[in-house]
């Protein structure tokens, strides 16, 4: 499912002027979350060539006038401004401070400049608004954060916005989920210009799974947009959540908000940013996780209770969202709590049904120091505070082939 190398080599030979292929610069703004931001610069920054990782030029650029204020109350000095744009092959967003201001209307016209230019755009995270500001995304498929899908869904609507990849790949223009879905893209762009082996290199370097498994659906929850409020469809929405254990389809949501399937379909999909019927199935799926989690009903008896008609249907959807059986989950999920006083390990747990993912010595060979920060100056600013960021723990369960987790370009 990975991008082709001939649509990769097409790309590159687009470039124009001064750019080139190697050349990354990263547009930070102020207000950006620190942790999105660092992701470009950590896998794009730091020579890695001692660990098989082709080296790439980080342009570290300012979006808007410095000192760029992050997460923490810290400041940012970028080393350049917008003009170092026009040497990059590769130009990347890695968030937006705000998804209801309006990035700089210098910035923007640097990205069309860019992309006219040939260069590929990416935007993690929020920065897909940025990114859709600039009309890059008009007509194409894209991705955000699942909380903030339908806002970008509703905002622009000639965007095709998917909240269910962690990535999207539409060839020269890319975008992705929150936080670590950034790291996802950053390793799939590294695959593209260099294939497996370096991708593979790099990601033991930065000890993260080299390809993850899944979506976004196992993030999702119940929430909908604020706007839908106020919407007709909002007593359609609510009537559904509340009748789960019914065995209804989307035709019987079409005709309680007394719509066409074909009208509905569009309504809700411009609402919501999902199409209606991955909705309804993503929501039985969520609700067949509360029900594993809380409760001592059987598989059979809580597909019934979600309004799957069949056991078989329940476990398809369930491995496809959440990439493992409803017995398996439910097993490593008691494994996390205390049974009798004893915390059972979930490794052991997961070790019955996931195939081990390299032995002891393979991870300790893995684990390598890290070379020096990126050039760019970080300060805190005079009173402000400076916070500990850190990542939860997250289990990674391989089961699909190729690439999951993404949508590429043909």
């Known amino acids: ?5 001939a649509t990769a080599t097409e790309a590159a030979r687009k470039l124009t002027g001064r750019r ?3 050349v990354v610069a990263v547009l930070l703004f102020s ?4 942790f999105e931001s660092s992701i470009p610069l950590s896998v794009f920054g730091i020579d890695r060539q001692d660990a098989g990782v082709p080296r790439y030029r980080l342009l570290v650029c300012g979006g808007e006038e410095g000192p760029l204020r992050t997460t923490g109350g810290l400041e940012l000095s970028a080393p350049y401004g917008l003009e170092a744009i026009s040497r990059a092959g590769t130009v990347v967003v890695p968030a937006w401070r705000s998804i209801t201001s309006p990035p700089p209307a210098e910035a923007l016209d640097a990205l069309r400049r860019a992309h006219e230019e040939g260069a590929r755009i990416v935007g993690l995270c929020t920065g897909a608004f940025v990114l859709a500001a600039a009309g890059l995304l008009d007509g194409r498929p894209a991705t955000t954060h699942w909380m903030y899908a339908p806002t970008l869904a509703k905002r622009y609507p ?3 916005v998917d909240p269910r990849e962690l990535f999207v790949d539409d060839g020269d223009v890319l975008t992705s989920a929150g936080t670590a879905a950034g790291i996802d893209l950053c390793l799939h762009i590294v695959r593209t210009d260099h294939g497996t082996e370096a991708a593979g290199a790099l990601a033991r370097r930065l000890v993260v799974p080299p390809r993850r498994s899944g979506g976004q659906e196992r993030y999702l929850d119940r929430s909908l947009p604020e706007e839908i409020g106020s919407d007709p469809l909002a007593e359609v929405v609510a009537w559904a959540l509340e009748h789960l254990h019914e065995q209804f389809d989307v035709e019987t949501l079409a005709a309680r908000a007394y719509m066409s399937r ?3 379909d569009r309504r809700f999909r411009s609402l919501t940013g999902s199409a209606p019927l991955q909705w309804l199935i993503t929501q039985r799926v969520l609700q067949a996780q509360r029900l594993l989690e809380t409760s001592d009903y059987s598989v059979d008896e809580v597909a019934g209770r979600c309004g799957f008609r069949s056991p078989v249907a329940l476990r398809g959807h369930f491995r496809r969202q959440l990439g493992s ?3 398996a989950y439910r097993a490593a999920y008691r494994a996390r709590r205390p049974q009798g006083g004893v915390l059972e390990s979930v490794t052991t ?3 019955t049904s996931v195939p081990a993912q390299g032995t002891a010595s393979h991870r300790r060979a893995a684990a390598a120091a890290s070379p020096g920060p990126p050039p760019v100056t970080a300060t805190a600013a005079p009173g402000g505070p400076v916070e500990r960021l850190g990542v939860g723990p997250e289990a990674y369960v391989p ?3 190729a690439l999951p987790g993404q949508r590429s370009a043909p």
């Open 325 to 327: 059986s409803p017995a």
């Open 349 to 351: 747990v997961l070790e």
């Open 1 to 5: 499912m990975s991008q082709d190398s």
């Open 31 to 34: 207000g950006g979350p620190i």
């Open 158 to 160: 000639s965007v095709h």
């Open 262 to 264: 074909r009208t509905f």
């Open 20 to 22: 080139r292929r190697e």
């Open 399 to 401: 089961g699909r082939p």
